[in-house]
């Protein structure tokens, strides 16, 4: 199985500031890497799919990058809605492993 | 909007089964894979396997082999989840989500929890 490794896993931040996550793959995923962003209680939602493609919907402010075995999920200016959990998935092969997540709070 | 809808919650003792549904709307149905995940209480996701609607071919996690049936019921647009010999290790919101071509989940049930006690 491909074990995906995410950091930080847990995160403080100010309104406004610009973050970023990592996810490191244990072998190549190619550019099948996905972002998801889950508020308690709720579903996942699809953020950024093929490493760096916006989902539909999406606001601009969140971008991915990387390949291979590393990506980067960034937020440019950080809004109060975006306090969430945010896990990477790799689409290359089954089993569609998660990473841990990585819990975004308020300072 | 495609819309994935679940089935309610359930209490099963330990040992006993469950069958989660997951009824599709407003999109081709056998076009797409569906996933299963699943979260446990304050912890990450779990992918538990994959079937194709078109043909009812799966895919199961290792941990869950043995114990884990996915099905589908293409004149009603529903697939189905079973899991056996639940634990109460099994405690989880279970998710079904549909996979698009390009291999993302882009729609997402609302889950369904699943309490495994005595």
């Known amino acids: 199985d491909i074990q995906m490794t995410q950091s930080p896993s847990s995160l403080s931040a100010s309104v406004g500031d610009r973050v970023s996550i990592t996810c490191r793959a244990s072998?190549?995923?190619?550019?099948?890497l996905n972002w998801y962003q889950q508020k308690p209680g709720k579903a996942p939602k699809l953020l950024i799919y093929?490493?760096?493609s916006l989902q539909s919907g999406v606001p601009s402010r969140f971008s991915g990058s990387g390949s291979e075995t590393d990506f980067t999920l960034t937020i440019s200016s950080l809004q109060p809605e975006d306090f969430a959990t945010y896990y990477c998935?790799?689409?290359?092969?089954?089993?569609?492993?998660f990473g841990q997540g990585t819990k975004l709070e308020i300072k | 909007q495609v819309q994935l809808v679940q089935s309610g919650p359930e209490v099963k003792k330990p040992g006993a089964s469950v069958k989660v549904s997951c009824k599709a709307f407003?999109?081709?149905?056998?076009?797409?894979?569906i996933h299963w995940v699943r979260q446990a209480p304050g912890l990450g996701l779990d992918w538990m396997g994959v079937?194709?609607?078109?043909?009812?071919?799966?895919t199961y996690a290792q941990k869950f082999q043995g114990r884990v049936t996915m099905t589908r019921d293409t004149s009603t647009s529903t697939l189905y989840m079973e899991l056996t010999s639940l634990r109460s290790e099994d405690t989880a919101i279970y998710y079904c989500?549909?996979?698009?071509?390009?291999?993302?989940?882009?729609?997402w049930g609302q889950g369904t929890l699943v309490t495994v006690s005595s």
């Open positions: 989500a549909r996979r698009r071509a390009t291999r993302e989940l882009d729609h």
């Open positions: 407003r999109y081709a149905f056998s076009s797409y894979y």
């Open positions: 079937i194709n609607a078109n043909d009812g071919s799966t």
């Open positions: 072998q190549t995923v190619s550019r099948y």
């Open positions: 093929g490493a760096s």
């Open positions: 998935q790799q689409s290359y092969d089954t089993p569609y492993t």
